[in-house]
T-cell receptor
Framework: GENVEQHPSTLSVQEGDSAVIKCTYS??????FPWYKQELGKRPQLIID?????GEKKDQRIAVTLNKTAKHFSLHITETQPEDSAVYFC????????????FGGGTRLMVKP | DSGVTQTPKHLITATGQRVTLRCSPR?????VYWYQQSLDQGLQFLIQ???????AKGNILERFSAQQFPDLHSELNLSSLELGDSALYFC????????????FGEGSWLTVV
């Protein structure tokens, strides 16, 4: 099945700096890669996603890049704000197992004011 | 509000007991997924149903079972509970069997004492 690894597990940045979270996946057939943000005790919320026919997608301060050849994708957050502090999860859709999402281990992002 | 409804929100029960968690997917969604999130852990996929049929199975213990009913709501049954089963259980839904965008409910906090 699919295996998703996510790095770093914790990331601390100063307000206004950029943050980058990286994920690798194992199943070359995976074609959908969402990112979720989870605040403490709350549900994961989709913040951006990318499909395998696209190399980059941007939404205001958030961007995601995908390198299919290397099987890795990254989340970029620019001009970070304290409210960006949360746990971020990447995921990949496993086409060979009912198409459910396999999640990375999560990155705890702390933005210091 | 994602449109995915989970009950109960909080549940405290003793070891050895059995509990049922309930999920109503977003209107029109046919797929239901169950995920387990232990303290400071990632999202572990348990099981997926699509239109009443089991579609994919993850690391779901034999003491756990689930089903999806004709009205598309789903129940996750946890029996012979152990302390280690304490976790946040999320239900999620999507339109088709192919995953695509998955929306999470608010979760059910289970504490086993």
């Amino acid at each position: 099945g699919e295996n998703v690894e996510q790095h770093p597990s914790t990331l601390s940045v100063q307000e206004g700096d950029s943050a980058v979270i990286k994920c690798t996946y194992s199943d070359s057939a995976s074609n959908y890669f969402p990112w979720y943000k989870q605040e403490l005790g709350k549900r994961p919320q989709l913040i951006i996603d990318i499909r395998s026919n696209v190399g980059e997608k941007k939404d205001q301060r958030i961007a995601v890049t995908l390198n299919k050849t290397a099987k890795h994708f990254s989340l970029h957050i620019t001009e970070t704000q304290p409210e960006d502090s949360a746990v971020y999860f990447c995921a990949a859709r496993d086409n060979n197992a009912g198409n459910m999402l396999t999640f990375g281990g999560g990155t705890r992002l702390m933005v210091k004011p | 509000d994602s449109g995915v409804t989970q009950t109960p929100k909080h549940l405290i029960t003793a070891t050895g007991q059995r509990v049922t968690l309930r999920c109503s997917p977003r209107s029109g969604d046919l797929s239901v997924y169950w995920y387990q999130q232990s303290l400071d852990q990632g999202l572990q996929f348990l099981i997926q149903y699509y239109n009443g049929e089991e579609r994919a199975k993850g690391n779901i213990l034999e003491r756990f079972s689930a089903q999806q009913f004709p009205d598309l709501h789903s129940e996750l049954n946890l029996s012979s509970l152990e302390l280690g089963d304490s976790a946040l259980y999320f239900c999620a839904s999507s339109t088709g069997s192919s995953g695509n965008t998955i929306y999470f409910g608010e979760g059910s906090w289970l504490t086993v004492v």
